[in-house]
């Protein structure tokens, strides 16, 4: 019950943009992320939420990636899989750590090699560690996304206490 022209947006800290709450109200977290062809929204009220979406292609330099990007502990879960599941559990993490520093508004300016998150495939998505701050790995939840064949997303929101639904628009 707004007018478009009585709509207030926020830059936070860290350059994210954000719907500014009515009085006695709950904000509006936003986010988008789009990959060959295909994009994802994300809206959530009272919460921050953050979306990334990869279409899966071969990286000729997807080693050097892994050891540049991931955890310690996210380079020996990755090298434990099998060949032919390495490429996908590398999107899925990528997806999940973007996801992340995109919903608590630091970006990529947080080193994505200081989180960690699962990647297995036989694993549900979780945000395992943030390195230098012991708790808030448990404030955050991570839900996986298969949008469509060949692509796989992320979704990032404050706490655990919500409910997931997705649309899809074709035009």
């Known amino acids: 019950d707004t007018s478009p022209e009585e709509l207030r947006f926020f830059y936070g ?3 994210k943009l954000c719907l500014a709450a009515e009085p006695g109200g709950l904000g509006l977290g936003f986010n988008v992320s789009h990959s060959s062809g295909l994009g994802l929204y994300a809206v959530a009220r009272g919460r921050q939420v953050g979306i990334d979406l990869e279409h899966i ?9 892994v050891k540049r990007y991931f955890s310690s502990e996210e380079q020996a879960d ?5 060949s032919d599941k390495q490429l996908e559990a590398f999107f899925r993490c990528w997806t999940r750590k973007e996801a992340f520093t995109k919903a608590n508004g630091e970006g990529l300016s947080l080193a994505l090699d200081r989180l960690e998150v699962s990647l297995d495939p036989d694993e549900p998505a979780r945000l395992l560690r943030v390195e230098g701050d012991a ?3 448990s404030r955050w939840s991570l839900r996986e996304l298969w949008p469509a064949h060949g ?6 929101a404050e706490g655990c206490d919500f409910h997931l ?4 628009w074709t035009g």
């Open 151 to 156: 692509y796989v997303g992320a979704l990032a």
């Open 165 to 168: 639904s997705c649309w899809r």
């Open 78 to 82: 990755f090298r434990a899989l099998p």
């Open 135 to 137: 708790r808030e790995a």
């Open 57 to 65: 292609h071969p990286i000729p330099e997807l080693q050097h990636l």
């Open 13 to 15: 800290s860290h350059g």
